[in-house]
């Protein structure tokens, strides 16, 4: 009985171009982390500049990795800056884990379901290497 066509229309045909081609750049480089129940992905500013996307494109590719890995209790979006600051996006489903605790010693701030940490600026990979140490620290503590 689901109206399968207005379903779609909202999932897929409100985003833009530009929204979806930096969906694709994200979910190309997608990992997981099976054990910690953590899923993530790396955006360089040239993905940003590519797709001609932006910061605020990243809370709704949260939400799609979310509702697309449902295994996951905890998504990471690392991005790149154009001042080279890396920053990172925690996006937690309700009750499973604490978005602004799992950040909070990388000078996190947000709430529970969603939060935000930057770090000076560095390589992508070295971000990505500290961030994964610290969260996956916070999830077996």
């Known amino acids: 009985g689901a109206r399968r066509e207005e379903i779609l229309e909202h999932l897929f045909r409100t985003k833009s171009i530009g929204q979806l081609q930096l969906w694709g750049r994200a979910l190309?480089?997608?990992r997981a982390d099976p054990q910690h129940q953590l899923v993530w992905t790396l955006i360089s500013q040239h993905d940003f500049l590519a797709a001609r996307a932006s910061e605020a494109d990243l809370t709704d590719l949260a939400d799609e990795l979310?509702?697309?890995s449902p295994?996951?209790?905890v998504i990471l979006i690392l991005f790149e800056q154009r001042d080279r600051t890396i920053c990172v996006l925690a996006r937690?489903?309700?009750g499973?884990?604490?978005a602004a605790a799992l950040l909070k010693p990388i000078g996190g701030i947000?709430?529970?379901g969603l939060?935000?940490?930057c770090l000076i600026p560095q390589d992508l990979q070295q971000a990505e290497r500290l961030v994964l140490e610290t969260v996956c620290k916070q999830l077996t503590a």
């Open 92 to 94: 937690v489903p309700g």
């Open 96 to 98: 499973h884990h604490d």
């Open 66 to 68: 979310l509702v697309s």
């Open 110 to 112: 947000g709430d529970a």
């Open 115 to 117: 939060a935000r940490a």
């Open 71 to 73: 295994d996951a209790r």
């Open 28 to 30: 190309s480089r997608l």
